[in-house]
């Protein structure tokens, strides 16, 4: 998203860079007024282009909205995959996937930018973005567990679908900002206790 | 709370029967307007009592907001004991746990009369009323936790209380009703594989 793609000489910006341009001014702005109480009038000033230009890149404030949640959850998604990447065995990528998914979802939502509102949107109406990086976590599970269960760590008896959605779902809370908000406080710490339980739960 | 106390012959009603018609017209109320937008002369006015009345017995719309969810949550907790009463196991009581938990949160705050506006505060601001109802379903579990573990149902390495605030952890979703709206339509499916991940945990 943030490539230079100035190959082509041009005397305004290119599409993509005002795009980008746009989506950081936003999420500043989010962060600061919240994503519900922005127009995209305000967002216009903050930024000092029109609202008509705006409208070129972007069909409405959604549309700017989802793409920050799109690039929120994308960055979970590498933390996650870079702690889990070099993990000796499949128990050790449980206990840091539940570990980064609850650090990386409290740091990028609540406290590096308050971008809570976005999150509680993007749940209400079912974002893309949220869907699918739900289902690529639950993907994500289900692997561990096959590699698991090929090293002879985690029991087999379970059907792996269902094993698989039963740990999903444990994490869920963990998964989903707007539900990660009522626990930011206990999160460490569940995060190590859940592991834990989940993994007595796969004890072979 | 609902008690007929009339012994002693009086004119006007009693204080206990006020609180309660005040406390039954204000569940109405809120269910239909919400919580968070109806005030207390709002209240007055659909109750027929004058506001400096409704003052008489209840310091604020949130003392109010307090019984109503007091009460709810100790439906909750009736339909529970109920439920669990007569269940042959410590198995069949955790299964029983988290089904009755998901139906009554449902139905009590969702379904019924939707108070879901009085739990989002009552979760906020951390009401006395949500922090004993926690309190005592984390002592249940720990109870069932016992009487498995005496029976040889279930496993005893793990240390008892770090068992049972995870299996706690587990049910939280599901216990708060704050929470619960976010799993609504998922919840019976959850209550079912979640029961069975945690048998599986506790298997010895």
Redesign the interface.
């Known amino acids: 998203m943030t490539k230079d793609m100035n190959t082509t000489p041009s005397r305004g910006p290119t599409d993509h860079n005002v795009r980008d341009q746009v989506v950081e001014a936003a999420t500043e702005h989010f962060s600061h007024f919240g994503y519900e109480k922005t127009t995209v009038s305000d967002l216009a000033k903050a930024i000092g282009f029109s609202k008509a230009y705006i409208y070129k890149f972007f069909d409405s404030k959604q549309a700017i909205g989802e793409v920050i949640c799109a690039n929120r959850l994308a960055m979970i998604m590498d933390i996650v995959n870079a702690a889990i990447a070099d993990a000796p065995t499949a128990s050790e990528k449980i206990r840091r996937l539940l570990k980064t998914l609850t650090e990386a979802g409290s740091d990028l939502f609540f406290c590096d930018r308050k971008l809570y509102d976005i999150a509680a949107v993007a749940?209400r109406d079912n974002w893309p973005s949220v869907v699918a990086y739900k289902q690529h976590l639950r993907q994500l599970i289900e692997t561990i567990l096959v590699e698991g269960r090929q090293a002879g760590e985690f029991?087999r008896k379970?059907p792996l679908d269902?094993?698989a959605?039963?740990?999903y779902?444990?994490m869920?809370?963990y998964i989903?900002p707007?539900?990660l908000q009522?626990?930011l406080e206990?999160a460490p710490t569940?995060a190590v206790?859940?592991a834990?339980?989940?993994l007595?739960?796969?004890s072979p």
């Open positions: 749940a029991e379970t269902e094993a959605h039963a740990i779902l444990v869920l809370p989903s707007v539900e009522y626990n206990t569940a206790l859940l834990s339980l989940i007595r739960s796969l």
